[in-house]
């Protein structure tokens, strides 16, 4: 147990009640000179800890003229919300004869209802705690467009537009997001993460920003628009198999190797193996796999790695290859296996070599009748280089990416969904942007 007592720096000495410093509104150059307290808030009323009555103009001495009073939101006592009245003094100029108000720069950002230490509060809920504008509106005890104009102006001053976010950057993901589903189709934007810290093992990758569209000119546009500095920084653009975004990451940083993430391979190739069960099972029974059929009830089976598989599983391929007409199926499914081996393997020269052969195995000169592993082979002879060079840049997967994406579609559930892209884009970027350790900094 403590002694309350105590002067030693781990247990401060206790003083007198000091409401000022309480309210932390000294910070905010005030002082507390009375408070009502209401069964649903706070009122206290301040004056100014300091006052300057030079005259802007001529800078000669005024003398009070009146005083108006202002009202701000400040940092709630739990969740209740507590107002600033604020006794602000207008002067006027013996010299010039001019009429002002004294400057609340210290208290508030300029035409602003909150203080700024409510600013600060509101931005660290929604970064830190993830909580939506509408519950930080409720805690302060305003309205949604106020708490959002708030979280937007500091947020953007303070984090999305810091000198240093876009500092260190060597490893870029590239992937498209569907953020908005409408009854005319999904809308979609590109997603650009930073993969550095993945790669360095230094931490969580972070989103750097989110594009409008889903196209080879809306990564181009991105990356042209950014300092020449960062340009020639980035090593590494990890991306999917979608080319336009390959062909820009050519054009507008040429000296970057294009990667093509195992993710988006394995997926590639499960996708071909899925079509290849499925058009197997059109020919055997005339329409859809059903509950009873076993090319239906093994459909998740084949998508599991052989080393993974259980007794079971191995009994119920066992079945499936015994008929013939799975022969298709089988060859396919050996080549998604062994793909899936490749990347796993512990070696990565010998991962590089054992997916090599794969590659070389499905380029052409695949027999009839496996028309879908014929398309994969085409495919991955076409992105060979991307491929292979994940084996040479271990690190640059776009499996982060990926989380993020899933972060996004998290945030929208807590927003119950967005209708203005500036928003969701200053929202993610908050979400998602890595900015806890710069709020850390800054606190």
Known sequence: MSDATSTTPACPPVTSPDLTTFARVDTLGLRVDAQQIWPDKAILFCSLLTVDDRCPRCGAGGRVHDQVLRRFTHLPVGRRPTWLSVRVPRFRCDGCGRVWRHSLKTVARPRSKLTRAADWWALCQVVLDHTPISGVAAVLGISWDTAHMAVTDVGTQLLIDHPGRLDGVEVVGVDEHAWRHTRKGDKYVTVIIALTPIRDDTGPARLLDLVEGRSKKAFKTWLEAQTDQFRARVAIVAMDGFTGFKTAAAEAVP????????????????????????????????????????????????????????????????????????????????????????YRHPDADVGKKLLTSVIDRIKTAVPAGLEELAQLGRTLEKRRDDILAWFDHPGSSNGPTEAINGRLEHLRGIALGFRNLVNYRLRSLLEAGGFRPLIHSLS
């Open 255 to 342: 000296d970057a190797t294009a990667v093509m993430d195992p993710f988006h391979v394995v997926a590639l190739a499960g996708d071909k193996l899925n079509a290849t069960r499925q058009r197997v099972q059109r020919e055997l029974t005339g329409g859809r796999g059903r509950a009873d059929d076993p090319l239906y009830k093994a459909r998740r089976t084949l998508r599991t790695g052989r080393a993974l598989l259980t007794d079971k599983q191995k009994a119920r391929l066992s079945a499936l290859w015994a008929i013939d007409e799975a022969v298709p199926l089988e060859v396919t499914w050996l080549t998604y296996q062994d793909i899936i081996d490749a």
